[in-house]
């Protein structure tokens, strides 16, 4: 689905000016965060086409830049696509906020019930949500379906803004830093 939806974009990216096309040429090569930029930057040029509306949202969706997904949000509504990713993006903004929320003001989320996603943020919520490890600064977690890998949960502060961030380990070595901005 992901491929059918990127060669869309690429096709309409042949036919509209420069700037989608350059969004799309840097989302394949994997510079998300530069997809992210310039989408929030030419959004004005963009917004009436939800094709790249949704591509610059997963370009700020893989440069872990959840807070940038309010504005795509709310203008992913006029085709079904849309609406679903629409949807996904959501999830996520509240996934974080409310992992944001239990890990500096002890909120309990054991509660909740959500629906979840594939994404490294949709995991480590569930996890956090069926055992906080509310005593400890770092919480690690087992992936259930991959014992190799694990993941460290923990706050920190970027520029007095406070955020957190998940490392991703497999056979205890770092993978991947996820910051969620």
């Known amino acids: 689905m992901k491929k059918l939806f990127l060669s869309i974009i690429v096709f309409f990216s042949i036919l509209h000016a420069d700037i ?3 969004m799309v040429q840097l989302y394949q090569k994997g510079a998300y965060s530069e997809v ?7 959004f004005k040029q963009i917004h009436s086409n939800e094709a790249y509306v949704s591509l610059y ?10 807070d940038c997904l309010n504005t795509p949000t709310k203008l992913l509504n006029q085709s079904p696509e849309a609406r ?15 992992l944001l929320q239990a890990l500096y003001d002890n909120y309990p989320l054991k509660s909740l019930k959500l629906p979840t996603s ?3 943020l949709s995991k480590v919520f569930d996890l956090y949500c069926k055992s906080p490890q509310s005593s400890s600064s770092i ?12 993941y460290n949960l923990y706050t920190v502060q970027i520029n007095g803004y ?9 056979d205890r070595i770092l993978a ?6």
Do not use: E
């Not at 679903?84 to 409310?98: G, H, P, R, T």
């Not at 406070?162 to 497999?170: E, G, N, Q």
């Open 36 to 42: 992210c930029s310039i989408g929030i930057q030419h």
């Open 84 to 98: 679903i990713n629409a949807s996904y993006f959501s999830l996520l903004i509240m996934q974080k906020k409310l």
């Open 118 to 120: 594939s994404s490294l």
């Open 162 to 170: 406070k955020t957190f961030a998940i490392d991703v380990y497999y």
């Open 57 to 66: 949202a997963f370009g700020c969706l893989k440069a872990d830049q959840i």
């Open 139 to 150: 919480k690690k977690y087992t992936d259930p379906n991959n014992p190799r890998q694990t």
């Open 176 to 181: 991947t830093h996820h910051v969620y901005q």
């Open 20 to 22: 989608p096309s350059q």
